[in-house]
């Protein structure tokens, strides 16, 4: 039997049990320069399953990708005046190059949002320009005193999406569409995280917003991770950066835009929403590792075995990795559990004698013993399987740790394990700074149903309170 | 008939041609701090159809994606002192950040080698962990004085793979592997682009490294253009950043290293090696779009023929556009064709009563007329065909601009307007100096076969020599 003894308890100490899986399983360790990251092949290989769904699901929400410079000079971070109060501190600035001291420093980008705005206005003219929706991959840097591996570090990697349309209207549809059919689903169904959505508060919303979408995942201990943001700008952005185009009429406009974004954060989120005191456990739609074939023993039969099982379920679409059976067996078993690998398949003298394999889920540890001969099939339906219980299950812990509360202290007291539910117009801008106060704050506004509404003035809306990353 | 009137020819000016073709084919723009780049939609859905394909042969050749972080602390700069030199006219240094001045200074990366170097030797413990197999996909910035758009530029985009093994053999195969596996065979198999394969001589090889592989393509003014380097870096890296591991016997041994690259300059590369004076060719592997429909003429019926058209190519695996025929016919084909759509589709009310369609070849401008229940086979095989030709057409023209030669002086003549070819042990120290003097250069140097020597020492080694970007 694997011990996990290797990680600390999430009861135990859950900031430590992170960090311990993040270190034990190889996924990022910290760089030579305060608050950035080394993100390892196996982080990295998350990350890079993260971006092939939402990159595939931008393409299909009609954004193209594009790169903006890394550098953007100084001057550019006066002309939004809101926008800047919200980063100046963060920023980490060029002075030299070249040998020589730079005549104007250069700032590098903590977003990409004025650069952006620049290059829309020269590059939109008239209503048949519009919308024009990009989006871009790439690495942003905000100073972090209190740097966490994934979930705060000076340089993270991330999306923004930048949008201009010539209504008010066709842009909040957009920044609608993209926190449904971008973020929720892929959070939903290839993250199995049940993500409760919504708009911020104003008090919480995007500086320059005049309205934020946000899809926030509740983590194994009752705190709330914001996993994505989409922000309509209205003509804020435009005004400042002169984004205009020309009407039917000939008539020169202001655009409205958008912007939204998801980041290296979600790893963290992955971790935190899933774990166990085992490690990490990945949903299969998400694994770069679906399957782990283990040789219980390193001799030629069992690896010939292994290799043909291999083949097979790479085959029938299965992403696997091959254990070869050097060490022992157990602390083989913990490091792929402490990674998270959906299913492990062992591979056995005996079990090969008897015709059979033994599969075993890494989300409830449930061992299935499997004919060699329903082999991809029965890999498959494992994998479905896990797929929707680990939704299901994130979605009955998010259900069973929210509280419906009437008043502002019930709320704090429920946001000390879980989250709380309460009407938004009875907390008010009192309510919220009290919450504030003890580090609690409202995560989002929803409709009754739990779908996100158009403004914070709908009627009858409801708030999740809850404490946050 | 549509007329290229829109861009410099390139025998009239080639560089302005090409600047001209950045521009018409929205590629890129200039950045706002000098030097650096904007990549528009298409030049950057260029850049990721190169990286898809080099990616998948990076990872079949069993390297795996990590990611470094973009700030490396200036001390890291002074360890190794070769590399060093290589860069430091060309650091940008960030000396402000979170606020404050910092206590040392940090440098945005121009390379992680000396930061990759800092990780393998905490990663590597015993011969067990080598080959250490890494690649990254990043932003780097060098500065530039006098950039050119995806030429040469402050930032740019690149991958960078660093390995560690445990002999120099497996380092040096290693390199040769990705230098015919991973470069040469993604230039000649899906950009249509021969390269000249060989090493570098002493006088040109990368700073600190033993031996330089490179793959160098002919660009359409007979200038070379190096495409992709793979080093050979001995055991001068791992002495630098103390990257040992214990042998067999429990021996501390140092590993030898290599690193590998290439960068957003293959989308300028890819502009001059096909493009002629009405834009850009893509070659139809490479092409994001393979294939445009154009409606003749904006009416329900062609516009209805051309969307079921568009459904047929794209279930048919070919990546299409659609014009929906708004504007002037021959304008519209001007602009695809300094796109460079490798076949374009055009659908007209007196075709399509036919039962046929017209489709063009960008490269030869031959017309093919084709029945509609024809289509898919008869596109697929045009571009095959054109993907063919695409490379052949290079070959022959990079053999015919490919003068043998017994003397410098001819060699230099010959690299006014192409390249020389010239036995290398006849070049000499004093040679490649006369060379460099009148700006040409041993681009590389190569077996009489053309094949990649192991060392510059073999016997009856070719140097090919030429002008360079």
């Given at each position: 039997m694997a011990s996990p003894s290797a990680l600390t308890s999430q009861s135990d100490d859950f900031p430590r049990w992170y960090q311990d899986v993040v270190a034990k399983a190889e996924m990022a360790d910290n760089g030579p320069v305060r608050g950035t990251m080394v993100i390892r092949p196996y982080g990295y290989a998350l990350w890079e399953r993260i971006q092939a769904e939402m990159d595939a699901r931008i393409k299909v929400a009609g954004a193209q990708n594009a790169y903006f410079p890394l550098f953007i000079p100084q001057s550019y971070f006066a002309r939004e005046a809101e926008h800047v109060e919200g980063f100046s501190p963060e920023l980490a600035v060029v002075t030299y190059a070249g040998g020589e001291e730079l005549a104007e420093p250069v700032v590098v980008r903590p977003t990409s949002e004025t650069v952006i705005g620049e290059f829309m206005a020269k590059w939109?003219?008239?209503?048949?320009?519009?919308?024009?929706l990009l989006n871009q991959w790439a690495n942003v840097v905000r100073w972090e005193l209190r740097p966490r591996l994934f979930l705060r570090s000076s340089e993270f990697l991330w999306q923004e999406g930048h949008t201009a349309h010539d209504s008010y209207e066709d842009a909040a549809a957009y920044a609608m569409r993209i926190h449904l059919e971008v973020y929720y689903d892929f959070l939903a169904n290839v993250m199995a995280v049940p993500a409760y959505v919504g708009i911020k508060s104003p008090r919480e919303r995007f500086a320059g917003a005049i309205n934020s979408l946000t899809c926030e995942g509740m983590m194994r201990d009752g705190k709330a991770l914001q996993m994505s943001t989409s922000h309509e700008l209205g003509q804020n952005f435009a005004r400042a950066f002169n984004i205009v185009y020309q009407n039917e009429s000939g008539q020169s406009e202001l655009c409205h835009t958008t912007s939204w974004g998801a980041s290296t954060r979600l790893v963290g989120g992955l971790i935190m929403a899933h774990g166990d005191d085992r490690g990490l456990i990945v949903p299969p739609r998400l694994a770069p590792i679906q399957a782990v074939i283990i040789?219980?023993?390193?001799e030629p039969e069992v690896l010939e075995a292994c290799a043909s099982i291999d083949a097979r379920l790479r085959d029938g679409g299965v992403s696997t990795a091959l254990d070869?059976?050097?060490?022992?067996f157990g602390r083989r078993v913990t490091d792929w559990e402490i990674k998270g690998v959906p299913l492990r398949i062992e591979v056995g003298p005996r079990d090969l004698a008897g015709g059979v394999v033994t599969m075993v889920r890494r989300d409830d540890g449930s061992k299935h013993v499997v004919a060699l001969d329903r082999l991809a099939t029965t890999c498959q339906g494992l994998l479905e399987e896990q797929q929707r219980a680990l939704f299901n299950v994130a979605l009955a812990r998010r259900d069973d740790a929210t509280t419906d509360v009437t008043s502002v202290d019930e709320a704090i007291e429920a946001a000390q394990t879980g989250f709380a539910r309460m009407a938004?117009?009875?907390?008010g801008e009192l309510g919220e700074a009290r919450l504030n106060e003890v580090a609690v704050s409202v995560r989002c506004i929803q409709r009754a149903d739990g779908t996100t509404p158009v403004s914070p003035d709908e009627p009858d809306l409801v708030a999740i309170v809850a404490k946050s990353y």
């Open positions: 939109i003219q008239s209503y048949r320009d519009l919308p024009l040789a219980v023993r390193d070869r059976g050097r060490g022992s938004w117009d009875q907390i």
